[in-house]
């Protein structure tokens, strides 16, 4: 259920309503992944025709040219990811045809349902309308479960996008990270040309938290998203791995020197996965002189920096909603030898609303080994049972 607000309204707060129910989506600059490669996504005149970017990006865009191909890059990274997380989910990150916003208003659903009241000496009828007793908006930017994971992923995404790139030697302005040095605990001696992730953590904080910051630290959702960008990029920091090669006669390892390196961004994907689903509900609470996001349920501890953060339930996403960017279920397939798991039929077809057909399919079988080095397969037909949603 929604949630119901009743509030007396005047001329200012009517003007920021009116604001509210059109809010600038931060995630738009996902829309760069829609972009042929022909066309410059650097440069001045570029930089201010790039429609998903606020005007903050666009300074950004101007001031570090050479580092927006990576941004690029990591709009396309969060797609894939995204999809292959939620392949077996209700919303399984969908995207629309078209347009700047990738995922629909999926990011900003949620509905906060406002009652606002106003007296005639306040607004003429005229001004509204002839009734003028009261007036009902849908504020669609609460934030849900969804809109944490994908901030989370995306601030993610540019990190590691920008730290490969400086890894690579494809940015001026950084390359390895020299500041790891002298010897581990371990016994083992750095060396070698570590991810230098300081350089893309930085960036996706200038580049990503942009939107938010300009919008102010006192609203729910900017602060919202901030947490969840930071736990996106505290992500790759708790997994970074070591990696190390042997000196020594025949491989004998008596000195070793080591690198430390990005985890792959699968694994970045798997552990955000796996807190959305632990995700915590929280509320905008006054605390002193600040604003602070707490769980909505006392009994529930605070959440950890590593914790993604939702201010409002989400939909179901079992039916067709083209407004709300929600293409329904109808249609898709869903693994009906499972009852409880996210993939099972009952569940993404929100009941028992499923159909099984047979269907052909071609796999590669008999596969050999070949000296040297390559496998061969020969193509099978198998005929296999696929459950979809009743339409």
């Not at 736990?231 to 006669?249: F, S, T, Y």
């Not at 632990?278 to 909505?296: K, N």
């Not at 798991?341 to 269907?359: H, K, M, Q, T």
Request: with cysteine; proline share 6%.
């Amino acid at each position: 259920m929604p949630t119901v607000s009743t509030v007396n309204l005047t001329a200012p707060l009517l003007l920021l309503l009116l604001w509210a129910t059109n809010p600038t989506m931060a995630t738009n600059w996902l829309s760069l992944a829609r972009l042929p490669r022909s066309r410059p996504v650097s440069g001045a005149a570029p930089c201010a025709r790039l429609r998903g970017l606020t005007p903050g990006q666009v300074g950004v865009c101007r001031a570090r040219g050479e580092v927006m191909e990576s941004v690029r890059k990591a709009a396309e990274m969060v797609i894939e990811e995204c999809q292959h997380q939620f392949r077996n989910r209700r919303w399984n990150c969908s995207t629309t045809p078209r347009g700047i916003n990738v995922f629909g208003r999926v990011m900003n659903q949620g509905t906060v349902i406002i009652v606002v009241t106003y007296s005639h000496a306040e607004f003429p009828a005229d001004t509204l309308s002839n009734s003028y007793s009261c007036i009902l908006f849908s504020i669609l930017n609460s934030g849900t479960r969804e809109a944490a994971f994908v901030h989370a992923l995306s601030s993610a995404a540019v990190a590691v996008a920008v730290t490969r790139a400086c890894t690579r030697g494809e940015l001026e302005r950084c390359g390895c990270d020299r500041k790891v040095r002298g010897v581990s605990p371990e016994g083992f001696q750095w060396s070698g040309c570590s991810d230098n992730l300081s350089y893309g953590v930085a960036f996706s904080q200038t580049f990503v938290d942009e939107p938010e910051r300009a919008k102010g630290l006192s609203a729910g959702r900017p602060l919202m998203n901030l947490h969840n960008n930071e736990a996106g990029r505290k992500a790759i920091l708790h997994n970074m791995q070591v990696e190390c090669k042997c000196h020594g006669v025949s491989g004998s390892c008596e000195l070793r020197t080591c690198w430390k390196v990005m985890p792959p961004f699968r694994r970045v994907g798997v552990g955000l996965k796996e807190r959305f689903d632990g995700a915590t509900e929280v509320r905008l609470a006054r605390i002193g002189s600040r604003t602070a996001l707490l769980p909505r349920d006392p009994q529930v501890k605070p959440p950890a920096a590593r914790d993604l953060l939702y201010l409002a339930p989400s939909p179901d996403f079992c039916h067709l909603d083209p407004d709300n960017g929600i293409p329904g279920t109808a249609g898709r397939r869903c693994n009906g030898t499972s009852r409880l798991a996210p993939d099972g039929c009952e569940l993404v077809c929100c009941g028992p609303g499923y159909r099984a057909g047979r269907a052909e399919v071609v796999q590669r079988c008999s596969c050999k080994f070949s000296w040297c080095c390559s496998v061969r397969c020969q193509q099978c037909k198998n005929t296999v049972t696929i459950h979809t949603c009743r339409v």
